[in-house]
């Protein structure tokens, strides 16, 4: 495979749509399980996940091949040739903020230019046309390190003449050269290119509002790429080609669906609008959930397979594009192989660890805040909560009346259709009735015998963007207390946040609540704001923050102040012992408490799970029962979970250099079982349903770290959780209790830092 072989000149040579199912699949079958070997056997990084897949490669069928995640090539450098072989580099867009890196040799390089040849000719001919190129030649300014776009004009213009680039460096209309490419060739055969959202937004919108038209006798427009950002302006095929042929007359047009990482393997549209595989590729569509194949009409991520990429492991990679395979070789245009529409892309996953550094924009300029009358000044929060002018005679700390208000709120939700709903606000409920409120009031006079703690004053809360009731908890906690409060949540907060916070100005207003609306305001606003962030630091004397490490940095270094707690980022984990396999759907139903809610994005949540001296027989029955009892579960992680849950599964396969016992994926959750797992190793881990496994004989065996905080228990006497007590941990808790909110966090009494003595 290090130069071409008369293997790689003949299946070049074939005829592109012509064989079917049987034939294709002989043909490929050889070739894709080859590169597979020799892509195992010289890039480091893809063996390690197929090993972990296939210790010994036990690979009968096309299908077998591991799908490879596309997005790993946004992250690694992932080359099967010697730095020196490296003949150019290939980079995708990066509308994500990541650019793919692809390494070809020079017999990649020929070989994705002979492939792509071949495509275009059998649907253009031989024949140079003159080529309208709907981008700027600016694109084209660094032919060794070539973008995803570079790539498809040179691809293209290889069958084009006369070139005229439509668009001015600022993608600008070059007017002037598109009026006179139009007057020269309407009446003449054309090609032409373009990415499809440059192509609507630079060309075609503007041709419209320009009123520009041309009379093309015969066009053909080719354009991929999808829509990118501009997901919202994105509009239906038949809308995008009846708008062209409006302004540009007798346009034959076909998208393509393709991707860097396989440049020279396209997949074109046909007259009946049905994307087609070339002979040198194969199309899969799998479920997200477990990457178990798709039926045909039946919607899955799609899979690309391709022979041509030589130099790196790119020969079957798993997109994050959705689609459905409509059939195979029965297309009514004629041409043999799998035919198939693409979807677009899986909705974007929120990235709501506790880090908060995402920039957006709010349209609410109301910036009033009656508690800190300096912020007048600063840009656009969206005030959903503002407290009342009245500040008078604050009840004291645990006062009866403040009380009375929480647990009036705990009713209102236990009681209200919407909450009940969501098992989220349920245990939020639970946690404020009177009776739980009483118990914690006794641990707050049992600080202050001599009943002289009072309020802090102002406390500035920083919500985290991953578990959306936390916050809520230490603002009712600070309530309590006594304290007037700010609260910012994140404007990557979920449904749950929204809802709660919708949920407490209905309260308000419906129980004319009079101390919640002078001692709550809740603020949103760009992370990036950080003269807000600093304002309202400034007016606080106290400040919580829930955030990741860097943004907890970040916000001290701009904003220093005098007292706070901050609460970083952590892992968690459980640990199990179990002699029989007695209980196990109950023991299933406390594990799920801890597991599944806030999809697995709490810092308490549990991401591994430590067997202590239990037999394999009584783990698999566990396991066999937590599966059952979560596919049935009415809480689900979403199809873009899913996918990511997949993605990160395999970067801990990549990044591992452990031994990986096993690993499977289910609907709901996906389990690795490794033979050593290390705080590095967890704090790569995403959530989503994704769960590390390890057999331990004893509990130093723990993966014991500064980041871990809560290690949740089955089975374990109460000498060994004394011991765990003094290990790097900050809180041992019963199987079920992970989540569970208690005024002692993180070794941190929240009732002593939210007042203080005379």
């Known amino acids: 495979m290090n130069a071409p072989t008369e293997k790689n000149t003949a299946l070049t040579d074939l005829a592109i749509y012509q064989y079917s199912h049987s034939d294709k699949q002989t043909i490929l079958a050889e070739k894709l399980l080859a590169l597979t070997n020799y892509h195992r056997e010289h890039c480091l990084l893809y063996a390690r996940f197929i090993n972990a897949h296939y210790p010994n490669l036990a690979i009968n069928h096309i299908n077998d091949i591991p799908p490879f995640a596309a997005r790993h090539f946004k992250e690694y450098l992932l080359a099967s040739i010697a730095e020196k072989d490296i003949f150019r580099t290939l980079h995708s867009s990066g509308t994500s903020g990541q650019n793919s890196q692809i390494v070809l040799d020079a017999q990649t390089a020929q070989l994705q230019s002979t492939t792509l040849v071949k495509i275009l000719q059998h649907w253009l001919g031989k024949a140079r046309r003159p080529m309208l190129i709907i981008d700027t030649s600016a694109t084209l300014k660094q032919p060794n390190a070539m973008t995803a776009r570079a790539a498809g004009i040179r691809g293209f213009a290889m069958f084009g003449r006369d070139h005229c680039y439509a668009l001015n460096e600022d993608l600008s209309l070059n007017t002037q050269a598109v009026v006179d490419f139009f007057d020269k060739y309407q009446q003449t055969p054309v090609l032409i290119f373009g990415f499809t959202y ?53 346009v034959s047009i076909h998208d393509y669906y393709g991707m860097v990482e396989q440049t020279g393997t396209i997949h074109i549209e046909c007259e009946h609008g049905y994307l087609h595989t070339p002979i040198w590729a194969d199309v899969i569509t799998r479920r997200a959930s477990d990457l178990t194949i798709a039926d045909h009409g039946e919607q899955g991520l799609i899979q690309v397979n391709s022979i041509i990429a030589q130099s790196y492991p790119g020969h079957a990679l798993l997109t994050e594009d959705l689609g459905i395979i409509i059939g195979e070789d029965t297309c009514p245009c004629g041409r043999k192989g799998k035919y198939f529409h693409v979807h677009g892309r899986v909705p974007k996953a929120q990235i709501r660890g506790c880090s908060d550094t995402l920039p957006s924009t709010s349209n609410n300029t109301d910036i009033n805040i009656n508690h800190a009358n300096t912020l007048d000044s600063v840009d656009n929060p969206q005030w959903h909560i503002k407290a009342a002018e009245q500040k008078a005679n604050l009840p004291v700390p645990w006062h009866s009346s403040l009380i009375d208000e929480v647990s009036l709120f705990s009713t209102f939700l236990l009681n209200n259709r919407q909450s ?76 749950i946040c929204r809802l709660l916070i919708t949920l407490l100005k209905t309260f308000i207003a419906k129980n004319n609540s009079p101390l919640f609306s002078q001692m709550i305001s809740i603020v949103e606003y760009n992370a990036n704001n950080l003269a807000l962030t600093k304002s309202l630091s400034q007016w606080s004397d106290f400040r919580i923050i829930w955030g990741g490490d860097l943004a907890i940095e970040t916000i001290n270094k701009i904003a220093p102040v005098e007292q706070q707690v901050c609460f970083p980022t952590r892992f968690s984990i459980a640990v199990m012992h179990l002699v029989a396999a007695d209980d196990l759907n109950n023991l299933a139903k406390q594990f799920i408490a801890d597991f599944l809610p806030f999809h697995q994005q709490a810092c308490s949540s549990p991401k591994a799970l430590f067997w202590l001296n239990t037999n394999t027989a009584i783990q ?55 033979d050593t797992i290390t705080p590095v190793l967890i704090a790569n881990h995403n959530g989503n349903g994704l769960l590390l496994m390890q057999n331990i004989s004893d509990l130093s065996e723990l993966p014991f770290d500064e980041k871990l905080q809560t290690v949740s228990t089955y089975g374990i006497c109460e000498n060994e959780l004394l011991a765990l007590n003094n290990k790097q941990c900050k809180r041992v808790v019963n199987l079920g209790q992970a989540l569970t909110f208690n005024h002692l966090w993180d070794g941190i009494n929240l009732l002593e830092k939210m007042t203080k003595h005379s």
């Open 198 to 250: 440059i192509v609507w937004q630079y060309f075609i919108d503007v041709l419209k509002q320009k009123n520009i038209t041309a009379q093309f006798s015969h066009a053909s427009l080719f354009h991929g790429g999808g829509w990118k950002k501009l997901q919202a302006q994105a509009v239906s095929n038949k809308v995008f080609k009846a708008q062209i042929t409006q302004q540009l007359g007798q």
């Open 420 to 495: 009940k709903q969501q098992p989220e606000l349920v245990a939020l409920a639970f946690w404020c009735r009177k009776a739980n409120l009483e118990k914690i009031k006794q641990d707050y006079i049992s600080l202050s015998p001599d009943n002289k703690r009072h309020a802090i004053g102002n406390v500035f809360h920083i919500a985290p963007a991953n578990v959306d009731t936390v916050f809520f908890y230490s603002l009712l906690l600070s309530v309590l207390s006594g304290n007037t409060n700010v609260v910012r949540i994140s404007e990557r907060s979920g449904d």
């Open 620 to 674: 698999q029955q566990f396991k066999n029962e937590l599966i059952s009892q979560l596919e049935q579960h009415q809480q689900k992680f979403t199809l873009t979970e899913q996918s990511e849950r997949q993605i990160n599964l395999q970067e801990l396969l990549l990044e591992n250099d452990k031994s990986i016992v096993s690993n499977h994926s289910h609907k709901q959750i996906a389990t690795i079982e490794f």
